[in-house]
């Protein structure tokens, strides 16, 4: 028996629509389906203007829809319609109601004409002068009155003009302590001195809700911007008051782009010496998003010392490469434990992220320990506990994270000179 995504591929398979010689299932990439909601994206460079590749997006919804509904399946209720070009990047989005299919036992081609189409679309990029709507068809995406929904509108190129230095946190595997490292980063950045942001871009999983206590704070916006909220020191926004919590993750990935973008571009971050972005884990589409809509200074990458997490951190330390994002330094987290007896236990076998960056001749920034005091305040949200040596364990703690401050200064001070941002000074006495 064929399944949804077979029905879905078989209906776009043949489905001919103007400016493609061949049928537009050539050049579909990806498919998801969830109870009706469905997510395509295409390469098909021939479709080369906003127009065509919008009239191909309701062809494709006409086609799926008429396919859905003859099958035993339930019928499309909204559809994100991406085109790619051969990198990846993403070109257009096209958003879609459900349209108006008739149940027919009709090939796809047969689909109705565009301009046949009944359903109005909830938005396309190429009607500028509609009024921005919230977006209410994308499945588990939270709208938030008075804030536009800009996912299908073209990207900004930097649109962080006031902001001095962006820096992405990454890691290639959940779990490895990828948002404690960013948010202890940021704590121990303001702690210098310095006016940090911090921005939950984890969309599989955001942890700052819990980690800065932002739970029971609501998201204002005035102005038609995301207000930051100010907490410990620093102002922090994140992607977990825009996503439904209860969601499906299938639909966080099509979501992602959208999201992300409004959480950069709709956000009164104001100046800032440093913005701290917590990325999702692995390599995919916010670090995309985020490599076309900002320049950042670098990244920095988080990893445990055990081989497989290095391995997913090398294709990380790759993906950064390719989007020729500076790669700032490496983080080995819990990198051992120290025991009630004083003694260091080597659990995930010390040293391996060391390795593994001076084999990719990227720096090491340090490391940390598994440190229960960081695991306790980080889930009551008190991420300054973690610089006290009377609510951090000792002494160990508060230094392991101030000398990983330290030397990721001098790492964005070298990758400045090297991006011409800042001029060498020599000073003498
Ligand atoms: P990721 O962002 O990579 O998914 P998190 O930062 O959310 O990982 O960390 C996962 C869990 O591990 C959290 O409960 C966090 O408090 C804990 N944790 C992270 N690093 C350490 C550490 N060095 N010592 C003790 N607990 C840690």
């Known amino acids: 028996?064929?399944?949804?995504?077979?029905?879905?591929?078989?209906?776009?398979?043949?489905?001919?629509?103007?400016?493609?010689?061949?049928?537009?299932?050539?050049?579909?990439?990806?498919?998801?389906?969830?109870?009706?909601?469905?997510?395509?994206?295409?390469?098909?460079?021939?479709?080369?203007?906003?127009?065509?590749?919008?009239?191909?997006?309701?062809?494709?919804?006409?086609?799926?829809?008429?396919?859905?509904?003859?099958?035993?399946?339930?019928?499309?209720?909204?559809?994100?319609?991406?085109?790619?070009?051969?990198?990846?990047?993403?070109?257009?989005?096209?958003?879609?109601?459900?349209?108006?299919?008739?149940?027919?036992?009709?090939?796809?081609?047969?689909?109705?004409?565009?301009?046949?189409?009944?359903?109005?679309?909830?938005?396309?990029?190429?009607?500028?002068?509609?009024?921005?709507?919230?977006?209410?068809?994308?499945?588990?995406?939270?709208?938030?009155?008075?804030?536009?929904?800009?996912?299908?509108?073209?990207?900004?190129?930097?649109?962080?003009?006031?902001?001095?230095?962006?820096?992405?946190?990454?890691?290639?595997?959940?779990?490895?302590?990828?948002?404690?490292?960013?948010?202890?980063?940021?704590?121990?950045?303001?702690?210098?001195?310095?006016?940090?942001?911090?921005?939950?871009?984890?969309?599989?999983?955001?942890?700052?809700?819990?980690?800065?206590?932002?739970?029971?704070?609501?998201?204002?916006?005035?102005?038609?911007?995301?207000?930051?909220?100010?907490?410990?020191?620093?102002?922090?926004?994140?992607?977990?008051k825009l996503v439904e919590p209860d969601k499906p993750l299938i639909w966080r990935g099509p979501m992602a782009h959208g999201a992300f973008k409004q959480l950069v571009e709709q956000a009164s971050w104001g100046e800032l010496d440093y913005l701290i972005i917590d990325l999702p884990p692995g390599t995919g589409d916010v670090c995309l998003t985020m490599a076309q809509t900002l320049k950042l200074t670098g990244a920095v990458l988080v990893c445990t010392p055990q081989r497989v997490a290095q391995d997913d951190a090398i294709r990380a330390a790759r993906m950064f490469q390719q989007l020729k994002i500076d790669i700032l330094g490496v983080v080995e987290n819990m990198s051992y434990f120290i025991g009630d007896d004083r003694k260091e236990y080597d659990i995930f076998g010390r040293g391996g992220a060391e390795i593994m960056a001076q084999r990719m001749g990227l720096p090491f920034l340090g490391a940390l320990p598994i440190n229960i005091p960081l695991r306790a305040n980080s889930d009551s949200g008190n991420p300054t506990a973690n610089f006290d040596p009377a609510t951090a364990g000792g002494e160990a703690l508060p230094q392991a994270l101030q000398s990983l401050v330290t030397t990721l200064e001098g790492q964005v001070a070298l990758a400045s000179l090297r991006q011409g941002k800042a001029k060498p000074t020599l000073s003498i006495r």
């Open 1 to 240: 028996m064929p399944t949804t995504k077979d029905i879905i591929r078989d209906s776009l398979a043949t489905l001919r629509t103007p400016g493609l010689d061949t049928p537009l299932g050539d050049g579909l990439e990806w498919i998801a389906e969830c109870d009706g909601f469905v997510s395509l994206k295409f390469h098909a460079p021939a479709l080369d203007t906003p127009d065509s590749r919008a009239s191909a997006a309701r062809d494709a919804r006409d086609a799926v829809a008429a396919a859905l509904a003859s099958a035993d399946t339930p019928p499309v209720r909204s559809l994100i319609v991406e085109f790619v070009d051969h990198a990846g990047t993403v070109l257009q989005t096209e958003r879609l109601g459900p349209g108006n299919p008739k149940p027919t036992n009709a090939k796809p081609q047969n689909a109705p004409p565009p301009s046949t189409k009944a359903a109005p679309d909830t938005r396309t990029p190429t009607a500028p002068t509609a009024p921005p709507t919230p977006n209410t068809q994308s499945p588990g995406h939270r709208p938030i009155a008075g804030l536009a929904d800009t996912a299908g509108q073209p990207a900004h190129t930097d649109p962080l003009d006031s902001i001095k230095h962006i820096i992405a946190v990454g890691a290639g595997k959940g779990g490895v302590g990828k948002s404690t490292i960013a948010v202890n980063l940021a704590v121990g950045l303001a702690r210098q001195g310095h006016a940090v942001g911090l921005l939950d871009g984890d969309i599989y999983g955001p942890s700052l809700p819990t980690m800065l206590a932002l739970d029971a704070l609501e998201q204002s916006v005035v102005a038609g911007k995301l207000q930051p909220h100010t907490v410990h020191g620093i102002k922090a926004i994140t992607i977990g």
